[in-house]
């Protein structure tokens, strides 16, 4: 089995001294236990899905539970592993390449190749209303309706078109807080979204340009006013007041960012 990646068990489980940890091959999500003999898998903790489901992408709720995310754009919500994901939503054909979910799992922030998906994982109607998607299913004609997050037309030509290209959207997290803001990048650009507007249906976002490509960034944990940004030669911490909004700027004079240390 190739692992592709991998997600501790819950959202803060790297702060306790849980030893086991979830991992995620193209057809299977199971559970590590680096204690265990063989192949360290936990039998009871494993499924493995039939055909190809190429699985791409898994993140944990505060409380355990999971969302898995595939190439070919399907999303799988489950409230414990080794058991029937709970909500299945269907396949965009868009493949994901990284998935996120809030502490509360009350929402997920899904990356695709040019574009963010923002989803409400709370059921609305039927007889789960107001429950989680993680631990009861949509009815079949609610599923939710993702927001989707993308480029300006003028500054996705200005980013180079067809080659944007965003890293994994991550929301910024700490314990016992709230997220507030969603950080993705594309070439030498940060951008930054916040919660509550999208919520409201604004989905404008804020930018910033830094003199190399951007390998990874995040929020720095416990809050979403420093974002730690890291290039190829150097990281840098980057105040998010410093970005400039999307509707008010011309990426040709959008100053770059340097002075970070």
């Known amino acids: 089995m190739i692992v592709k990646t991998f997600a501790p068990n819950a959202k803060f489980a790297q702060q306790d001294p849980e030893q086991t940890f979830t991992g995620l091959s193209s057809n299977t999500i199971f559970r590590v236990d680096p204690r265990l003999g063989g192949d360290r898998i936990v039998g009871a903790e494993s499924k493995t899905y039939s055909g190809k489901p190429l699985f791409s992408s898994v993140a944990t709720t505060g409380a355990g539970g999971i969302a898995l995310a595939s190439e070919k754009g399907e999303i799988k919500l489950f409230d414990r592993l080794g058991i029937r994901a709970k909500t299945a939503l269907p396949g965009s054909g868009e493949p994901i390449t990284a998935v996120d979910v809030s502490a509360d799992g009350k929402y997920l922030v899904v990356t695709g190749k040019d574009h963010l998906l923002f989803i409400d994982t709370t059921i609305r109607e039927g007889k789960n209303k107001d429950e989680s998607g993680f631990n009861k299913s949509f009815p079949a004609d609610a599923k939710p309706k993702p927001i989707r997050l993308k480029l300006k037309p003028e500054h996705r030509l200005m980013m180079g078109g067809d080659s944007v290209s965003f890293t994994p959207a991550k929301f910024n997290t700490g314990k016992d807080l709230k997220e507030s803001s969603i950080v993705t990048s594309t ?21 910033s340009k830094f003199n190399d490509n951007v390998v990874a960034e995040n929020f720095r944990f416990g809050g979403d006013k420093e974002i730690i940004v890291t290039l190829p030669s150097q990281v840098l911490k980057a105040q998010s007041s410093t970005f400039t909004r999307s509707h008010s700027v011309a990426l040709q004079v959008l100053p770059l960012l340097l002075t970070f240390q």
Not at 190 to 204: A, D, K, M, Y
């Open 187 to 207: 070439g030498p650009f940060v951008l930054t979204w916040n919660v509550r507007r999208v919520i409201n249906g604004h989905t404008e976002y804020r930018i």
